[in-house]
C-alpha cells in the first residue's frame, strides 16, 4: 500500500473518530425516547386517598414505566377510554365496567382492592344505614352529592332507590340523577376530596370511600359512621383495552395484584384504608 493511501485512510479514521461522540449521542437519545409512558384514567377516591402516590413511584422504579394520572369520576374516566385518551382504566362501577367491557371497549377487568363506604356527618349518631339515612332527612340535615357520573355517585343513588322503597319521603330522578327532594340536598359536580371539604365547612353529610374518609379524618371535624351492608362493598379493578400499550398496561395490573401487602399495610392513624384482592361474597 502507498504513503498516499496510508495517510488517507488515517485521515478518514480520524474523521470517523471525530464523528463517532455526536453519533453515540443520537443513539442514546433515541434509546431514552423509547421509555414508555402510559395514561390512566382512575377515580378520584384512589387519588384523594393517597394509595397510588403510595404505589406507583414502585411500578415507575421496577419497570421504567411512567404513568399518567388523570383522576376523575368513574364515568369520565370511561369517556376517555371510549375516545381512546387513556391507555388504561382504574375504577370502581362493577355494573358499568361489565356493560363497558360487552360493548367492545376494554377487553377485561381485574379487582385488585376494595374497601367499603361510609357516611360522614358532623354528628355521630347510632343506627343503621336505614335509620341514618331517615335521621339525614328527617332532621332536615344537608347533604352534598358528588353529582359527577362517579362510582361514589352512582353508588349513592342505589342507596337512595333503597331507602324509597322504605320511606315515605318524596323522590326524583332529574338531571342530578336520583335523590330525594328536599332543602338540604346539594349536588357539586366535584371529586371526592372536594366533597369531603364542602361537607366539613358547611357542616353537612356526604357519602365517601373509606379510605378517602380515613386519609382526610384529621382535617375535618366529620364522623365516620361504618355499616356492614354488603350495598357498600367497594371493588376497585383495573380494566385493560386492546390497544397499542397492552403490554405496559398489562405489567401494571400484574404489579398491583403483586402489590397485597403493600396495600394491606396502607394505613392511617393504624386503619387499614383498602384490603387487597376480591371483596367477600
Not at 50 to 74: F, K, M, R
Not at 117 to 122: A, D, K, N, S, W
Not at 151 to 179: A, C, I, P, Y
Amino acid at each position: 500500500m502507498s504513503c498516499r493511501s496510508i495517510k488517507m485512510n488515517r485521515l478518514f479514521f480520524a474523521i470517523f473518530l471525530l464523528l463517532l461522540p455526536p453519533l453515540q449521542g443520537c443513539l442514546h437519545a433515541e434509546d431514552e425516547s423509547k421509555t414508555s409512558t402510559i395514561r390512566l384514567a382512575t377515580t378520584t377516591s384512589l387519588r384523594d386517598s393517597g394509595l397510588l402516590s403510595e404505589l406507583l413511584p414502585d411500578y415507575t422504579e421496577q419497570t421504567g414505566i411512567n404513568v399518567d394520572v388523570i383522576a376523575v369520576g368513574s364515568g369520565a374516566a370511561m369517556s376517555l377510554a371510549e375516545n381512546n385518551d387513556v391507555d388504561v382504566l382504574i375504577v370502581h362501577d362493577p355494573e358499568r365496567e361489565v356493560e363497558f367491557i360487552e360493548n367492545g371497549f376494554a377487553v377485561n377487568r381485574t379487582t385488585f382492592a376494595w374497601n367499603r363506604f361510609v357516611l360522614l356527618g358532623p354528628t355521630s349518631i347510632s343506627g343503621d344505614l336505614i335509620e341514618t339515612l331517615h335521621y339525614i332527612i328527617s332532621e332536615d340535615q344537608c347533604f352534598i352529592s358528588r353529582g359527577d357520573d362517579s362510582g361514589t355517585h352512582q353508588k349513592e343513588q342505589t342507596l337512595w332507590r333503597m331507602f324509597s322503597n322504605q320511606s315515605n319521603f318524596e323522590f326524583v330522578d332529574d338531571s342530578l340523577g336520583f335523590h330525594p327532594v328536599w332543602d338540604g340536598y346539594q349536588s357539586i359536580g366535584q371529586g371526592m376530596g372536594a366533597a369531603i371539604t364542602i361537607s366539613n365547612e358547611l357542616e353537612c353529610w356526604t357519602l365517601s370511600d373509606r379510605g378517602t374518609a380515613l386519609y382526610r379524618q384529621e382535617n375535618t371535624n366529620l364522623f365516620i359512621h361504618e355499616f356492614n351492608e354488603t350495598v357498600l362493598i367497594n371493588p376497585y379493578s383495573i380494566l385493560l383495552m386492546d390497544n397499542e400499550y397492552n403490554s405496559e398496561t398489562t405489567t401494571l395490573r400484574d404489579f398491583l395484584l403483586d402489590s397485597f401487602r403493600d396495600i394491606e399495610g396502607y394505613t392511617v392513624n393504624n386503619k387499614t384504608l383498602f384490603h387487597s384482592g376480591e371483596p367477600p361474597n
